[in-house]
């Protein structure tokens, strides 16, 4: 069975397309010829699974000030979790972002304490060597940067993982909604939850689905075929930077790129 998660640190380049929601059936039709369905779009009556996201930023919101002063470095700190109703574990997360080059650092608590963990400081008992590290790096930057939970995203989320590389995932996210938040909170009041999947951060209308092709070091043959099958045009979109736009009424659209080829 396919690995539902990824793994605690990773290295991987990806490659993000906005399209339309009609697009997501060929494209899986096509993804289905490399990959399989990853756990959580197997188990899901849809096959779409959900995802929240506690992004962190200083009182001057200093991250989203420096995401928007870099054309090309940037990173965010949150805490992941998976399902309308979040349960254990949960992912404390920094990533780093060098153009379509990704590096990410996750530590898996097995606790509902989570949020006491990262107020207090104190360690997890439970922390394997791993997350062990990467969790102590969390809390260092959380020190260093002062921040605190500001918005809270919810997505929904199809996925595959390659079964012919040694790592390639593809992912649709829709329905991309934020509810601004102050609490270590990972599951957000459903009647306060806003939609930033509109024109102004898509740029596109009849766009309203973030594709994304991930892969390590080589990208594969079959990624170039589907990009150039589906006449897909590259380009850049963040969850934090445009959930936080629509929030504090800052443009944030998505930035063409180059196809990849």
């Known amino acids: 069975m396919s690995t539902p998660i990824s793994p605690l640190a990773l290295e991987r380049y990806e490659l993000k397309y906005l399209i339309p929601l009609e697009l997501v059936e060929p494209i899986s039709r096509y993804v289905e010829g490399y990959c399989d369905m990853d756990h959580y779009s197997q188990i899901s009556p849809d096959q779409f699974y959900t995802i929240n996201s506690l992004y962190l930023d200083s009182p001057n919101l200093y991250l989203l000030r420096f995401k928007e002063a870099s054309s090309a470095f940037c990173f965010n700190m949150r805490v992941r979790s998976y399902g309308e109703n979040p ?66 995203t919810q997505y929904r989320r199809k996925a595959y993982i390659s079964n012919i590389d040694d790592y390639a995932r593809v992912t649709f996210d829709r329905d991309l909604r934020f509810q601004e938040i102050s609490d270590w909170c990972l599951k957000p009041e459903e009647k306060m939850l806003c939609h930033y999947d509109h024109p102004e951060s898509f740029g596109n209308s009849g766009c309203n689905v973030v594709l994304e092709l991930k892969c390590e070091k080589k990208i594969p043959l079959w990624f170039v075929d589907l990009i150039q099958r589906f006449n897909l045009m590259g380009g850049s979109f963040s969850k934090f930077g445009n959930s936080m736009a629509t929030l504090h009424h800052i443009p944030e659209v998505v930035t063409p790129g180059p196809m990849y080829l």
């Open 87 to 152: 349960k254990p574990p949960y992912f404390c997360e920094i990533k780093y972002k060098l153009r379509e080059f990704v590096r990410k650092k996750r530590a898996k608590i097995n606790s509902e304490e989570w949020a006491s963990y990262l107020i207090s400081g104190e360690t997890p008992p439970e922390l394997d060597a791993a997350s062990l590290d990467n969790f102590e790096n969390f809390q260092f930057m959380k020190m260093t940067y002062n921040v605190e939970p500001v918005i809270l």
